[in-house]
């Protein structure tokens, strides 16, 4: 269970902006703890980047398709008890991924049970072993240290308490990793297999954002062997929906309120303190002011500074400007019928095409497959949803008619890839959709439509990353721009942290 403190003003109005994962587990636990609790959301369903939407019978993940952190002692787990709800029924991933690397068609699986996944490797990658075995070392520590709830960045004495109550003796032996990039483990032990470089670069810019030689090593053990047992990726039944589904009953459970199809244009401060937001209703155009003691951004740190026109951001928002470019997604949305999926499919998959190109761009795509009987396609038929990492300028330079053309020209290379894998003719597509950085813009109102948060960088991860607590008094960022980083575990933790700080701060 976790352990929150209950505040004396229990009725403390507070604003999140934002009803994706991070935003409506901070307003349904603030919520449950006494606040009265406002999400607003431009969207048309809550979930943001792990909502869903439907076509012809066929329900597509929007961009999340993975969950972890379901497994009891996981944070959705530790979530969804302090809230009373019952999880969403899963199963698990397994294989996590199937990989195929540049003229193999043999994948590369990555297997949940540890003993088989360590044969996988030794297969795969001879005399790498004792990487993987320094891989979960540090995810083994860090595990733990995350689970005792520590603040990262600390920002003041309540923060540098939680960090340093979280600390043991063990946390001490990852200090020497701290400053070293997957890359540089690889040179400590004189690997230059180019496939295992080749599988660490695609796999960890799925999770990080970045390749092996830029992500922060502690970063990536955690994100390279959760998928192992007794932890795991999971594969929600029905669709990503339920999630965000679920969490939206525990804020109404509570009194909290939802209300989609509002933007909010600014964020109101006076001093250094926030006194409330402005907000425009998407449907009817009016436009007024919130009163509010705290605001809950669940956006993208880009996002955030758009928001709010105060003296006191100023070092915070060049700090964003400095930050490198942020990948977007161009993604292809299949609905098929079942003869289109080879035998014993993996659920997940990743192709990488030339070794000689970079990822992304086409050159490598990363593939979800439903299952028979999940929900996500009528009997005999199934989804496929392929993304593929892209350069977001290109998406917003030149005029309607140059966008167009690259679209299709992307959906072209798309088809003809999967169908090097997939079964894909006239009669076996149902149904065909794409996204590109404008459409994610458009209804995930993320800032250009870039995906999957601030790269993992040593100079962006943990104690150098951007804090929970922001320059402007009250006003609380959540999401993956924050510790420990995207997906829906990550985000879920950044929320825990956030209200456990502003229930203190109150």
Known sequence: MLTLKKTINQMSKVVVIGAGIGGLTAGALL??????????????????????FSRRGFTFDVGATQVAGLEPGGIHHRIFAELEIELPPATFCDPACAVFLPGESTPIAVWRDRQKWQAEREQQFPGSEKLWQLFKFLFDISWQFQSRDPVLPPRNFWDFYQLISALRLDTFLTVPFTLMTVGDALRLFGLKDRRLKTFLDLQLKLYSQVNADETALLYAATALSVSQSPQGLYHLQGSMQVLSDRLVSGLAKFGGELKMRHTVTKIDTESGKVTGITIKNDKTGEIWTEKAEHVV???????????????????????????????????????????????????????????NDPIGEMNSLFVSVSKPGDGRAPEGKATIIASSFTEVQQWWSGNEKDYQQLKNDYTAKAIARLSEYFNLTSETIIHQETATPRTFARFTAREQGIVGGIGQRVSTFGPFGFATRTPINHLWLVGDSTHPGEGTAGVSYSALTAVRQLTIDS
């Open 297 to 355: 951004a669940n956006v993208t740190a880009q996002n955030l500074v758009k928001l709010v026109d105060d003296p006191n951001m100023t070092n915070y928002k060049a700090r964003v400007g400095k930050l490198p470019e942020s990948s977007g997604a161009f993604v292809i949305y299949l609905g098929v019928s079942q003869d289109a999926i080879p035998p014993n499919c993996p659920p997940h998959l990743q192709f990488l095409y030339n070794y």
């Open 31 to 52: 919520a449950k703890h006494g606040y009265e609790v406002m999400i607003l959301d431009q969207g048309i369903v809550p979930g943001g980047c792990a909502s869903t």
